[in-house]
C-alpha cells in the first residue's frame, strides 16, 4: 500500500489506516493559512480531510430465477352479477391517456396513409389463420358430436349449467324458474353440442366499413356465429355470405367519411379458389361414435388441439379487426364500431333507450369458455356437497377431452386445482384452516 503525505509531519498518537482501506491525503495542507486559520490547528489536533475508498470485493452469486409462469392453484373467471358492468380490458384512464399522447405525435405532422384493415384492404398474413380457425371450429363440433355419444354429459333443464360426468353434480346452485321450489337443486338431461359451445351470434356486415347498421334494418340483416363472421371479414370466402373486398385502399375525407378509390382501370376480377377447402358439419343423422378406445383417445386430443387452435387463431385475428361487445349483455358486433339496434335488454336498459354500451371485446367474450366442475375420478365415488370448496373447474371442452383420455394442458391446471388434496370425510373436512 502507498500512502502518500508529501512534507507533512504528523504527530504522535494518529493511528494509521488499516490494510483494508487506501486512504489518500492532500500534502502542504497548512502553507499559506492566515494567523485566525494557524489558531484553528493550534491546538495540536491536525484536521485533514480524508478520502476514503474501499475496495470492494469480487463476490460471484449464483442467483436462482424459478419461472412460475402457471400459478399452482388459481381463483375462478369471476361472475359478475346482472347489475355490474364488464370492466373495460384497458383502463378509460390509460386510454384517454394514450390518446392525449397520439395527438402530441400527429400534431404539425401530415396525415399518414391508413393501413390494412382501416384502408379497406385484407390482411394478406392474416388470410391462412382465418380459414385456420373456421376449420378448426367446424372439426371441433363435429368431434364433439362423436365425444358426445361415449362420455356422458348433462345439462340443466331449468338453467345453463351442464356437468361432465357419469351422473351430475349435487350442489345447489340453480337459478332457473321455480328455483326455490327445488331447494337449488338442477333437474339433469342429456346434453348437445350447443351446451358445450355457448353459441354467440353477431349481424353480418357485407361492407365492414359501411354505415352503421339502424335499429329499423335489426331483422332484415342475417345474424351468423360471430366467429365465423370474424373469419369472413378476415378473408374466408363463404358464398352464402357475400363481402366487400376492395382491390384499392379507400380515400378518406374526414374522420368517418371516405370514398371509394376508383377501380374502374384495373382488370376484371376472377373468383380466385380458396386457399384452403372449407369443412362442413355432419349432420346429427351421421354421426358415427368411435368403437374403440384408442380412437377415443385420439379423438379426444384432436378436438383439444381444435380447441385451443381456435382460440389462438381468433386471438390473433382480434389484434387487427376490432371486436365489440356491450358493458351489459354478451352482444357482440364484429367491426370498427358497434351497430345502433336498441335491443339490448341489461339491467336498466329503459335509461339507455335499449342501447348498448360497446367497448373492446376479448376472447372470452368472442368464444366464451362454460366452466364445469372437474371430476377427480371418473370411476370414484361422486361428487360431495359438503366438498364444494375443494373441487377445481375446467372449460367444458377441456373436461370432455380429459375424462376421454386426453392430456391435461399446462394452462389449464391451476383452476382445476389438481395439488388440492380432498378430504376423505367430513371431519377430515372441517380440520382443515
Given amino acids: 500500500m502507498n500512502m502518500t503525505i508529501g512534507t507533512l509531519s504528523l504527530p504522535t498518537g494518529i493511528a494509521f489506516p488499516t ?15 492566515s494567523s485566525l486559520d494557524y489558531y484553528q490547528y493550534g491546538s495540536g489536533k491536525i484536521r485533514l480531510p480524508v478520502e ?13 430465477k424459478v419461472r412460475d409462469e402457471v400459478p399452482q392453484n388459481a381463483d375462478f373467471p369471476r361472475q359478475y352479477a346482472r347489475k355490474e358492468k364488464k370492466p373495460f380490458p384497458t383502463p378509460i384512464v390509460e386510454l384517454r391517456r394514450a390518446a392525449r399522447e397520439r395527438l402530441k405525435m400527429m400534431k404539425g405532422q401530415p396525415r399518414k396513409p391508413l393501413s390494412a384493415p382501416k384502408n379497406g384492404l385484407l390482411v ?8 385456420n380457425v373456421y376449420n378448426a371450429r367446424i372439426t371441433l363440433i363435429n368431434n364433439l358430436k362423436k365425444l358426445l355419444k361415449v362420455v356422458p354429459v348433462h345439462a340443466c333443464g331449468w338453467c345453463s349449467e351442464i356437468h361432465v360426468g357419469p351422473v351430475g353434480h349435487p350442489f345447489k346452485s340453480c337459478k332457473g324458474a321455480q328455483a326455490n321450489l327445488r331447494k337449488g ?3 339433469w338431461m342429456k346434453a348437445h353440442v350447443e351446451d358445450m359451445i355457448i353459441p354467440i351470434e353477431a349481424y353480418h356486415l357485407e361492407d365492414r366499413l359501411g354505415k352503421r347498421i339502424p335499429h329499423e334494418e335489426r331483422f332484415s340483416i342475417p345474424r351468423i356465429p360471430a366467429v365465423v363472421e370474424l373469419c369472413i371479414q378476415a378473408g374466408v370466402e363463404i358464398p352464402e355470405f357475400p363481402t366487400k373486398r376492395r382491390r384499392k385502399p379507400i380515400i378518406r375525407i374526414g374522420r368517418k367519411e371516405y370514398i371509394d378509390a376508383d377501380e374502374s382501370e384495373l382488370p376484371n376480377e376472377t373468383p380466385a379458389e ?28 384432436e378436438t383439444l388441439q381444435a380447441w385451443e387452435r381456435m382460440r389462438k387463431g381468433a386471438k390473433r385475428l382480434m389484434r387487427m379487426y376490432p371486436v365489440r361487445v356491450c358493458g351489459y349483455c354478451p352482444e357482440i358486433h364484429v367491426g370498427p364500431q358497434g351497430h345502433k339496434a ?19 371485446a376479448i376472447l372470452d367474450d368472442l368464444i366464451p369458455p362454460r366452466f364445469v366442475w372437474h371430476v377427480p375420478d371418473v370411476n370414484g365415488p361422486p361428487l360431495e356437497r359438503e366438498l364444494k370448496d375443494f373441487y377445481g373447474q375446467a372449460p367444458a371442452v377441456v373436461e370432455l377431452c380429459i375424462q376421454a383420455g386426453a392430456d391435461l394442458p399446462e394452462q389449464y391446471k391451476s383452476t382445476m386445482r389438481l395439488d388440492v388434496g380432498i378430504p376423505s370425510t367430513m371431519k377430515e373436512a372441517e380440520m382443515v384452516v
Avoid at 380458396?274 to 386430443?301: F, M, Q, T, W, Y
Fill in 274 to 301: 380458396p386457399l384452403r377447402p372449407l369443412l362442413a358439419e355432419i349432420a346429427d343423422s351421421e354421426v358415427v361414435a368411435p368403437s374403440s378406445n384408442k380412437e377415443i383417445v385420439a379423438l379426444a386430443e
Fill in 19 to 33: 490494510p483494508a482501506d487506501v486512504f489518500m491525503l492532500k500534502p502542504n495542507l497548512l502553507l499559506h493559512l
Fill in 124 to 131: 394478406k398474413s392474416l388470410i391462412p389463420t382465418a380459414y
Fill in 52 to 64: 476514503t475508498r474501499i475496495q470492494a470485493k469480487k463476490s460471484f452469486r449464483c442467483k436462482l
Fill in 342 to 360: 336498441q335491443n339490448c335488454g341489461a339491467h336498466k336498459h329503459q335509461q339507455r333507450n335499449g342501447q348498448h354500451g360497446w367497448q373492446s
Fill in 185 to 187: 337443486l338442477h333437474e
